[in-house]
């Protein structure tokens, strides 16, 4: 059985990151496996630009994003393998993944880092009425074609669902020569961020219709058209309210899930509200010496905080390798409570945390002139005034360590006030 | 000439022309679809039923009886997953009871084996997710489920492998009778044969026309469906019916053979014989009829909803027969059990051309067993360690849902019957069956199938001649290593 010190399982942004920084503090041996035929994970089919604003302080496409990753992983040397698929992995940290050199491998570790992103929902899952035909895609797999394989899918383009990938393909469809006719959303606000449906549809006349859903497909063969709805608060359709748009092509941009078919078969425990592990501080999951970081944990909007998310978990994994992590505390548990969807870390040990503590939050609906309410336990600890707070945009609140180290604190819990 | 055409390549056509295939004939099976299985057997409940409930003065009762104990051979034979699970029917009421006991003696009557009424409390006892409303139930352990498409296309390759012509793309648009032969017609190409078996499912009243007058009427009869995640296998280990009605025998619960949860169908006569699609009402109506049987199903859980078009002959009954014409046989109005039913059926029309044919004799080169189909994730670690030596594209994993390697897939295209389209790849070996629904492998599916069949990117189509994937080229065919 071949052995590392800890095996990244996933090689885009979270896993490379993950990695990178594992060696810079101090791990020899460090194995990321990559189910694709390339580094980089779905930035490589990201083209368009807004990303490393955070992290460098630039604007780069997704494919530069990853670049400066993958070198720097070349670089430190780190091992990786391509077109290599993880079959399973155990609660001690054993994994089967197979490729077409090596075949079936049976791989021990010492820490395990999960990075394996996640899934676009699909029209099953949300029930979409009609036809079946040919022409209805997800928006990332639309994307993968267009951006990675150089195919077009479409000429006369119906989206539904305002997510970013969603907006982002509303306009690569419309420089590709084809007509955006509409994106429908479901809510009344989009989940997209606000940079996106400016640059993306407004800047292009794409109408966003809110409010709006899918309530058949027709064609037989290919996709000819479909008839959308007004809904009502319920989000059930309004009668009379139909209209149906002709069009060739219907994307899906209708949310995104971790995915933990692996983390599930080691048995770890995972969060209803994120769909991905229950993390601690240390971005370990509920198995220790397993770690998760990117959008298996929680779906980011922004591969900037990914980049963070996962050199946390890096450095809490060679801490593990190393000894150095502090396993025995009293566990803080964090308790997303009125108006917040969910907290990521939802435990914390406040021993590994140095000068600050970072909750990573969303809030369930839109709200304007609004605080986000910090308790630990009924105590008030800080109060964040928010101009706008919107589900398709993460909150991030930084806590001085101080304000919780040292003091009996069973649960911090974080509520929105306002309207 | 051909001696036998058989119109129509699902459960009925495809049974049909593989039993024929053990016999000294030239046999045609015509398809118009670019696939075989792609009508009513593509999308229904996948059920082998006992063989209870039709009246047993009807083919249906018939059939269906004479037909379940047929499953095991043949799907052995062929390498097609085929599991007695077992049936409930339930009731919820005295009144219901009643009819238990009528679908009990019914059975009886037809000869159904290991059939009995038991009691609320044992049937939660072996099945504890369902209703605590159930008062009895009618229990059937011959029951059982199979894949229909992949028993269709498997039929179809054993039936190719002995022999049978099978023509695809041939949607015959007449047929005409000259002294002994059939001369049957697709636009300008035609065929001739000495017999023609109409196994054309809701088109078969439009084929019977050609040739006779018209006797019957075929309805499409519309079933929705949910299909869940195979992460919710175990809600229940058996068939679970509600007590039948007029419309048939009402919403069902069962796993499939591949570990997830069939849930459907409901029933609405249409009168598009194209239109299977789902409704927001029909998929309502299915989730409320199958939650009074089973408790908290997991509706969050789906990964796909899919409609089937069953053809419903007037008459009600199945029309399995010879018609005025000598020589035309219609095999008509097979809706459920059609595919419970479907082995008998086909011994039955054997018996009329051999009634037909004097002193036919048997294909002595016939061979019952069809190359198995490699199921890469059921093998074990040495197993697989092996194959991928042989074969390195075995350790591929092009499908991430359900670890479906590029080894298999290329295989199902290469096989007789092979996979020509996504759909095929995905009824064949299942790349795209599982909770992303093709979303990760649908563009490696696409390439593979280019590449093998040596076509382009742009003509590969997801299902039928129409359904193009892909409209063109990005930016045309720059090289930029130039």
């Known amino acids: 059985m071949l052995n590392y010190d800890i095996i990244v399982i996933g090689g885009g942004p979270a896993g490379l990151a993950a ?68 079959l399973d992995i155990t609660k001690d940290k054993k994994i089967s993944a197979i490729n077409t050199k090596e075949g079936i491998m049976n791989i021990q570790a010492k820490a395990l880092i999960l990075s394996m992103g996640c899934r676009e929902r699909t029209r099953g899952a949300i029930n979409i009425a009609g036809m079946r035909p040919a022409g209805v895609f997800s928006a990332g797999t639309a994307q993968r074609f267009i951006n990675m394989e150089g195919y077009m899918v479409g000429k006369k383009i119906v989206i539904l669902g305002s997510g970013d990938i969603g907006l982002i393909m509303a306009r690569r469809m419309t420089l590709e020569g084809a007509k955006v006719e509409a994106v429908a959303e479901l809510m009344p606000f989009s989940g997209g961020l606000k940079r996106n449906i400016v640059q993306c549809l407004y800047d292009y006349n794409i109408p966003l219709l809110l409010s709006h859903t899918i309530i058949e497909i027709k064609g037989k063969e290919r996709v000819e058209g479909v008839v959308i709805a007004k809904v009502d608060k319920n989000k059930k359709p309004i009668s009379k309210t139909e209209r149906y ?25 995972i969060d209803p509200r994120t769909n991905g592990p229950i993390v601690n501080e240390s971005m370990e999951t509920t198995i220790n010496g397993i770690f998760a970081c990117g959008n298996v944990v929680h779906v980011h909007d922004l591969v900037d905080f990914v980049t963070k998310e996962s050199k946390k978990a890096g450095k809490s994994a060679s801490k593990y390798v190393l000894g150095n992590l502090i ?6 548990k964090t308790n997303a409570d009125r108006g917040i969807g969910y907290i990521v870390p939802q435990r914390i040990r406040m021993s590994n945390v140095d000068k600050k503590l970072e909750l990573f939050i969303r809030v369930k609906d839109v709200y304007k002139d609004a605080k986000l309410v910090i308790k630990a336990d009924e105590k008030v600890i800080k109060e964040l005034k928010r101009r706008h707070l919107a589900p398709g945009e993460m909150e991030i609140i930084s806590l001085n360590a101080s304000l919780l180290k040292g003091k009996k604190v069973s649960n911090i819990s974080v509520s929105v006030k306002g309207s | 000439m051909y001696d036998v055409a058989i119109i129509g390549a699902g459960i009925i056509g495809s049974f049909i022309s593989r039993e024929l295939s053990k016999y000294d004939l030239k046999t045609v099976l015509i398809e118009k679809d670019n696939d075989v299985s792609n009508g009513t057997t593509k999308a229904n409940s996948a059920i082998i039923h006992a063989g209870y409930d039709a009246f047993y003065k009807t083919n249906k009762g018939k059939f269906n009886a004479l037909g379940n104990p047929m499953f095991d051979k043949v799907c052995k034979e062929l390498d097609v997953a085929f599991k007695r699970i077992g049936s409930y029917v339930l009731a919820y009421s005295e009144k219901e009871i009643e009819t238990l006991k009528r679908l009990l003696e019914n059975g009886e009557k037809l000869g159904i084996p290991d059939i009995k009424i038991i009691d609320g409390d044992e049937i939660r006892k072996r099945e504890p997710k369902l209703s605590d409303e159930i008062v009895a139930g009618l229990y059937a352990k011959t029951a059982g489920i199979v894949g229909p498409f992949e028993l269709c296309i498997a039929l179809c390759e054993n039936a190719v492998e002995n022999g049978t012509k099978l023509l695809l793309n041939y949607e015959v648009s007449n047929i005409e009778k000259n002294e002994n032969r059939f001369i049957i017609s697709s636009n300008e190409k035609s065929i001739e044969a000495k017999y023609v078996i109409n196994c054309a499912g809701v088109y078969a009243d439009k084929i019977n026309n050609m040739v006779n007058k018209p006797k019957f009427k075929i309805t499409p009869r519309r079933g929705e469906y949910y299909l869940l995640d195979k992460r919710t296998n175990g809600l229940v280990n058996s068939i679970i019916f509600n007590c039948p009605t007029k419309m048939g025998k009402g919403v069902l619960v069962t796993p499939t053979v591949h570990g997830n949860i069939l849930i459907g169908p409901n029933s609405e006569d249409i009168s598009s014989k194209e239109e299977n699609k789902t409704t927001f009402s029909g998929l309502e109506f299915v989730k409320e009829s199958a939650s009074k049987s089973v408790k908290n199903i997991p509706f969050n859980e789906v990964i796909t909803t899919f409609s089937g078009l069953r053809a419903e002959a007037t008459g009600g009954d199945f029309i399995i027969e010879k018609s005025d014409t000598k020589g035309f046989i219609n095999v008509a109005g097979i809706k459920s059990p059609g595919l419970s039913a479907s082995p008998a059926i086909a011994k039955y029309i054997v018996k009329i051309i051999k009634d037909l044919n004097e002193g036919l004799k048997e294909n002595k080169d016939f061979n019952p067993i069809r190359k198995k189909i490699v199921k890469f994730s059921e093998l074990k670690d040495e197993e697989k360690k092996e194959l991928i030596k042989k074969d390195k594209r075995y350790g591929r994993i092009i499908c991430r849902c359900e670890n479906i390697t590029e080894g298999e897939i290329v295989d199902v295209i290469n096989r007789l019957v092979g996979a020509r389209t996504v759909d095929g790849v995905k009824r064949r070996a299942r790349p795209g069956m599982g909770r992303c629904q093709g979303g990760f492998c649908s563009p490696r599916v696409v390439e593979i199938l280019a590449r093998e069949l040596g076509k382009r990117v742009e003509d590969i189509v997801k299902s039928n001649k129409e359904s193009y994937i892909i409209t063109k080229e990005t930016k045309g065919n720059i090289d930029y290593n130039k």
Not at chain 1, 45 to 54: A, K, S, T, V
Not at chain 1, 249 to 261: A, D, K, M, R, Y
Not at chain 1, 327 to 332: R, T
């Open chain 1, 327 to 332: 396993k025995k505390e009293e566990i803080i």
């Open chain 1, 19 to 86: 990695a990178i920084e594992a060696k810079k503090k101090g791990i020899k041996d460090i194995l990321v496996i990559e189910r694709d035929r390339e580094l980089g994970g779905i930035l490589q089919q990201c083209i368009h630009n807004g990303f490393g604003l955070h992290i460098f302080n630039e604007e780069l496409t997704g494919p530069e994003y990853a670049e400066r990753f993958i070198d720097e992983l070349k670089n430190q040397g780190i091992e990786y393998m391509l077109d290599t698929m993880v």
């Open chain 1, 245 to 269: 748009i002709e069009c060739d092509t219907l994307l899906l941009s209708v949310g995104l899930i971790p995915e933990n078919e692996l983390s599930i078969k080691a048995g770890i425990k």
